[in-house]
């Protein structure tokens, strides 16, 4: 198994362009979820998915979009990229979230440069 | 309003000592509790976890400890590595809540 995978590894983007981080995992897991890291804030929750076709935003959607059409795959679109969304993106996926929550497999991050 | 407060952005420790890490949250719902390790250029790895109907979860070295009643949890590790030095994430989650809510995370650092 490959686990989570993310591409591209390094991004960068003027103000204004738009863009998608792809996130894609073999592991059958129906739970999805996107997360930001910068310096001193941690790792906060963009958007998240429970299944195909089902999903709902985090801490901070605003300026993202996600879909997620086959249980593989959750990809983060950037509509319009501005400087505050540099930021080293991490994609999770697990068996399944809430309650006695199964363990997340994070991905290798995307480390996003916005000029 | 951060739901999950890790107070010491880095911690310093001898090696073969113990290293405490500690987390307070304040969402009373939250009854899932997990610790991530995280190195440089690389995501998450799973470390250990803790349901409220239980106060403490051993695993080798690692032992977390959860004080319902003051909203604490903290993560002992013994004796201290230093391939241990990492960034620890504390997260939490609560039951029919899909999301999982992290930290800032506490960088911890193994003196030889």
């Known amino acids: 198994n490959a686990g989570v995978t993310q591409t591209p590894k390094f991004q960068v983007l003027k103000t204004g362009q738009s863009m998608t981080l792809q996130c894609a995992q073999d592991?059958?897991?129906?739970?999805m979820s996107w997360y930001r890291q910068d310096p001193g804030m941690g790792l906060r929750l963009i958007h998240y998915s429970v299944g195909a076709g089902i999903t709902d935003q985090g801490e901070v959607p605003n300026g993202y979009n996600v879909s997620r059409s086959t249980t593989e795959d959750f990809p983060l679109r950037l509509l319009s990229a501005a400087p505050s969304q540099t930021s080293v993106y991490f994609c999770?996926?697990?068996?399944?979230?809430?309650?006695?929550?199964?363990?997340?497999?994070f991905g290798p991050g995307t480390r996003l440069t916005v000029l | 309003d951060q739901q999950v407060k890790q107070n010491s952005p880095s911690l310093s420790v001898q090696e073969g000592r113990i290293s405490i890490l500690n987390c307070d949250y304040t969402n009373s719902m939250f009854d899932y509790f997990l610790w991530y390790k995280k190195y440089p250029a690389e995501g998450p790895t799973f470390l250990i976890s803790i349901s409220s109907i239980k106060d403490k979860n051993e695993d080798g070295r690692f032992t977390v400890f959860l004080n319902k009643s003051a909203k604490h949890l903290s993560l002992h590790i013994v004796p201290s590595q230093p391939g241990d030095s990492a960034v620890y994430f504390c997260a939490a989650s609560a039951f029919r809540d899909d999301k999982i809510i992290f930290g800032k995370g506490t960088r911890l650092h193994i003196l030889p």
């Open positions: 999770a996926s697990s068996y399944s979230a809430g309650g006695f929550t199964d363990t997340q497999y």
């Open positions: 592991m059958n897991h129906e739970y």
